[in-house]
C-alpha cells in the first residue's frame, strides 16, 4: 500500500514532532488543528529549529525548505478528504475524540487507517467509535517525536493484521524502530517510565532532595539522557499526570497513585517546557 499523503490531526507537541518526523522522511503532511493559526506556528517552529540546525551543520543546507515545503497547514477538516493516512493526536479527552473520528469516518476513503497516538485512552473503545474499527490502531511516538527512533504499535481488539502489518511497514519507513504491545495502560514505555517520573515527584514531596539533585541523580547515577522530573516538563507534566491516572484507574494499584506535585503544578497551569514553567523555569 503506498502512503504519500498524510493528515496529521493535532498541532500540539506532538503534532509538530511528528509532522517533522513524517515530512523529514518524504512524506506529505496535511496538518489540521482546530485553528489553522496553531498549525501555521507549528510549522514556523520546526523552521526555526531546522534552520537552526542548518547553521550547526547537524543537518544539510536545504533540508529546513525540503521539510517546511511538505506540511500544509489547515484549520479545515475537509483538507484530509484525500490523505491515503491519518495520524491522530488531538487532545486527550474520549469526547473530543468521538466527535473528531465520527467526522473522519464520513470523510475518508473506506481503506484509510486511523493511527492513534493516545497514550491514555483505550484503543478497542476509540476503534468502537469508529465504522472502520478493524483499521483504527494505536501508533504512540516519543518526545522529541522528530529523534526518539521508537513507535509503539498497538492494535485495538478489532484491528486486523492488514492495518498492523501496513502501519509497521510505514514506521520502518519513515526511519523508526516499531515495536507491537497488547492494549495495556502506559503500553511498555509509560508503563516504566511514568511510575519513575511519579517517584522522583514524591521524592521532591517528602523533601528528601531538590529538583536539581534528584535530576542530577538519575543522569549521573542512572544514566538517564535528562532527569526524570526535567523530562515531565520535556512531555507536559499534564500528560504524565494524565497517564499516571490511567495507570491507576485502569488497574486500581496504590502503587500508580499521582504524587501531588504533579497535580498542584497542573492545577496552577506550570505544564512544564511548553508553558515555560513546571519542575523547572523556563523563562531564563
Ligand atoms: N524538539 C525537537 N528536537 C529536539 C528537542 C525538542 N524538544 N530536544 C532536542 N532536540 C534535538 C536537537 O535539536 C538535536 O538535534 P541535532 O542533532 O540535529 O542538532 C538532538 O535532538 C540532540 O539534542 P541535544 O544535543 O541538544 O541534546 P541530547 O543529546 O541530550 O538529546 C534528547 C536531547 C533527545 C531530548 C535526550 O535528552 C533524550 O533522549 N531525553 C529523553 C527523552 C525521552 O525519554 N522521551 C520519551 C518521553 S515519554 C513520551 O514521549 C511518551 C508519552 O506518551 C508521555
Known sequence: MNINKIGL????????GIAWALAA???????YDIKEEFCVKAVAQIGKSLTRAEEKGSVAAGTMEA????IKPTGNLDDLAGVDFIVECVFENMDVKKEVYTKLDNL???EVIIATNTSSLSL???AAITERAD???????FNPANVMKLVEIIPAIQTSQATIDI??????EIGKKPVQVKEGPGFVVNRILIPGINEAAYILYEGLASAADIDTAMKLGAGWPMGPLALADLVGVDIALAVCNTLFNETGDPK???APPLRQLVRAGWLGMKSKKGFFDYNK
Request: glycine share 12%; charged share 20%.
Open 9 to 16: 490531526l493535532g498541532a500540539g507537541t506532538m503534532g509538530q
Open 25 to 31: 522522511a518524504g512524506k506529505e503532511v496535511v496538518l
Open 67 to 70: 521539510v517546511v515545503s511538505k
Open 108 to 110: 475518508l476513503k473506506p
Open 124 to 126: 478497542t473503545e476509540i
Open 135 to 141: 483499521k483504527v490502531i494505536g501508533m504512540h511516538f
Open 167 to 172: 502501519v509497521t511497514e510505514l514506521a520502518r
Open 256 to 258: 500508580y497513585r499521582p
